[in-house]
């Protein structure tokens, strides 16, 4: 299959404009990553493959690997922030000499087509875990439970459950430096940035405290009379 080219990959890393991502659909509020783990985390990595948009090397990626103009189909849910993200990525990728259409999936069905691999191409999100491994080993050990990529590297595996059964964060935060800089280098999936989120709440609504994965706890809410 096409994606499981690294060239391809690494053709598509270089095409993304991800800075005008940021400006059109966060409003520039954003912040752009190398990485799927944000800054501030004691398992945020220190050194990450970087790939620099530049169409014109994305351009002569696919041309020196034969891979000018293939044929890709990409996701689109019909949840509005990740169908625009698609028709972004969409007009880069063709711009760089893909040929990419858009496959409209209606939101409903987005995850779990992605998750048993019926989509192979696709935006997709995620947030944070209180521990590395309840990403990390979700994602990308070959046999996680949304590895939806197929991503396999057996040495990242190893590092995987190393790490998870250490109890030194100092020999964590190692084995998941090397995790993240050998899935930056692989990469099965091509991090953009994190979105800045918001709340509104009335004045009367207390107890609310944002939380990393994005779920509200409710029984923490209550409410006054004013």
């Avoid at 050194?47 to 090397?57: R, V």
């Avoid at 044929?71 to 000499?97: C, H, I, M, T, W």
């Avoid at 987005?110 to 491994?133: C, H, L, N």
């Amino acid at each position: 299959e096409p994606y499981s080219n690294p060239e391809l990959r690494r053709a598509v890393a270089h095409a993304i404009n991800r800075d005008r991502i940021n400006e059109i659909l966060w409003e520039g509020q954003g912040r752009i990553s190398d990485g799927f783990t944000p800054a501030g985390l004691w398992w945020t990595p220190t050194d990450l493959a970087h790939y620099e948009y530049d169409p014109e090397k994305a351009r002569k990626i696919l041309a020196d690997a034969g891979l000018e103009g293939t044929k890709l189909q990409l996701a689109a849910p019909s949840g509005n922030a990740l169908r625009r993200f698609a028709e972004l990525a969409q007009e880069d990728l063709n711009a760089a000499g893909l040929n990419v259409e858009l496959a409209p999936v209606p939101q409903s069905e987005f995850y779990a087509k992605t998750v048993s691999g019926e989509i192979r191409f696709t935006p997709m999100r995620w947030t944070q875990r209180a521990d590395p491994d309840g990403l990390i080993q979700y994602l990308f050990a070959s046999d996680g439970t949304a590895n939806s990529s197929g991503y396999k590297n057996d040495q990242v595996d190893e590092w995987i459950y190393e790490a998870r059964v250490q109890t030194d964060p100092a020999i964590r935060k190692a084995l998941y430096d090397k995790v993240q800089k050998q899935i930056s280098e692989d990469i099965p999936y091509m991090p953009v940035g994190f979105a800045s989120e918001f709340s509104a709440l009335r004045t009367n609504v207390h107890g609310y405290t944002p939380m990393p994965d994005l779920i509200p706890r409710f029984r923490f809410f209550w409410k006054s009379k004013d």
